[in-house]
């Protein structure tokens, strides 16, 4: 159980584009999504967190205009990286709490390595 | 500021042996403390957790240890196996109700046949 996904698993796009992100929970419903993005060898650095139903909620330093949220359903979160410029280009990861949990565990999709040309 | 912070970037143990991944916290005001493992290009497993109010808890061969006078946390792998090998993080949920949590640099661990 407490399955999620992402799609695409790796996405290419030109200077300038946008490109959508999904995230699902499959075997469960999530009222709170979290993104987050990982550069080589770093650690996961929490982008914003996807409530549904109302506006996500952005770290310190994150640009909501370029980084635009969408949690339009219990088990679908979407991020779209709009205009995208080449230090864009990262392994982006999504996780959700299970409304069960009582350990304070999320549970992460597989991520989406953007590249951006 | 690093909250939460993995002060050895990687590990090399013997199969069989005992891998010891450490991790310290700063902030007081976490309630929970994870463990996932990362393999590269994928999203983390979670592995297992602790409530601030314990000192230990146990999952096959998983224990992790709280010692909140000196905020400081570990996991304890027994017997390390081959397949244990990857980067792992721990991670530390705020006493809120948003759920956020906070990871350390992470450590790569190895282990040899």
């Known amino acids: 159980g407490a399955v999620v996904s992402q799609h695409p698993s790796w996405v290419i796009c030109k200077s300038g584009t946008s490109v959508k992100i999904e995230c699902r929970s499959l075997?469960?419903?999530?009222?709170?999504m979290f993104w987050y993005r990982q550069f080589p060898k770093q650690s996961l650095m929490l982008m914003a967190t996807?409530?549904?139903?109302?506006?996500?909620?952005?770290e310190q330093g994150v640009e909501k205009d370029k980084f635009l949220i969408n949690h339009a359903s219990l088990t679908l979160s979407t991020l779209t990286v709009t205009s995208a410029h080449p230090e864009d280009s990262s392994f982006y990861i999504c996780?959700?709490?299970?409304?069960?949990?009582?350990?304070?565990?999320?549970?992460f999709g597989p991520g989406t390595r953007l590249t951006v040309t | 500021d690093q909250q939460v912070k993995q002060n050895s970037p990687s590990l090399s143990v013997q199969e069989g042996r005992i891998s010891i991944l450490n991790c310290d916290y700063t902030?007081?005001?976490?309630?929970?403390f994870l463990w996932y493992k990362k393999y590269p290009a994928e999203g983390p497993t979670f592995l297992i957790s602790?409530?601030?109010?314990?000192d230990k808890n146990e999952d096959g061969r998983f224990t992790v240890f709280l010692n909140k006078s000196a905020k400081h946390l570990s996991l304890h792998i027994v017997p390390s196996q081959p397949g244990d090998s990857a980067v792992y993080f721990c991670?530390?949920?705020?006493?809120?109700?948003?759920?956020?949590?906070?990871f350390g640099q992470g450590t790569t661990l190895q282990v040899k046949p």
């Open positions: 996807s409530n549904e139903g109302s506006k996500a909620t952005y």
């Open positions: 075997d469960f419903q999530a009222t709170t």
């Open positions: 602790i409530s601030s109010i314990k």
């Open positions: 991670a530390a949920r705020l006493r809120s109700n948003t759920g956020k949590l906070i």
């Open positions: 996780s959700a709490i299970p409304g069960t949990s009582g350990r304070g565990e999320q549970y």
């Open positions: 902030n007081s005001m976490f309630d929970y």
